[in-house]
C-alpha cells in the first residue's frame, strides 16, 4: 500500500473522520444515534454523552441498541419501524433497503414528534454525509 500511494489516501480519510456530538445535529429530543449507510457498508453515531457517559450508562446504551437490533433483524418477524417507549428513554429503530438508524430520543415526546426529530436527523446526516462517511475511496489490489 505505501509502494502504491493508497496508504497516504487511507490515512487521509481517517484523519478527515470527525468526531461530533449529538448537539452538533440540532435535534433537541435526541441522546444517541447509530446510523449504518448499506451502500457504504459504513456506521456512523456521535460521541456518547449524557446520560450514558459512565460504564454502566454506555452498557445500557448498547442493550438498547441490542434489542432493537434483535427485533429489527428477527427472521421469524422481522420489522421496519419499531418505537419503544419507557418512563427513561422513547427507543426508534428503522431499517430500510438503504439505512439502518437505531435511536434513543427523550422519554417526554410523542410519535409524531419522534418522526419529526429523526426527519430533521436524515436532514443533517444528508448534509453532512461527506464528513461523516468515506464515500470516494481507493480501491486495493
Avoid at 95 to 107: D, H, I, M, N, W
Wanted: aromatic share 10%.
Amino acid at each position: 500500500m505505501e509502494s502504491s500511494g493508497n496508504l497516504d489516501s487511507v490515512l487521509a480519510a481517517m484523519s478527515s473522520t470527525a468526531f461530533y456530538t449529538v448537539q452538533q445535529t440540532s435535534v433537541v429530543e435526541l441522546r444517541h444515534f447509530v446510523y449504518k449507510a448499506s451502500s457504504a457498508a459504513q456506521l456512523t453515531s456521535p460521541v456518547i454523552g449524557h446520560p450514558y457517559v459512565d460504564e454502566e450508562g454506555r452498557q445500557i446504551l448498547r442493550g438498547f441498541y441490542r434489542y432493537l437490533h434483535r427485533k429489527m433483524h428477527c427472521p421469524t418477524r422481522a420489522a421496519k419501524i419499531i418505537v419503544v417507549t419507557s418512563n427513561t428513554e422513547m427507543l426508534l429503530g428503522w431499517v430500510s433497503g438503504t439505512f439502518e438508524l437505531y435511536a434513543v430520543l427523550e422519554p417526554s415526546i410523542t410519535k409524531h414528534q419522534a418522526v419529526l426529530a429523526i426527519e430533521k436527523l436524515m436532514r443533517w446526516m444528508k448534509k453532512e454525509e461527506s464528513q461523516l462517511f468515506t464515500i470516494n475511496s481507493q480501491v486495493f489490489s
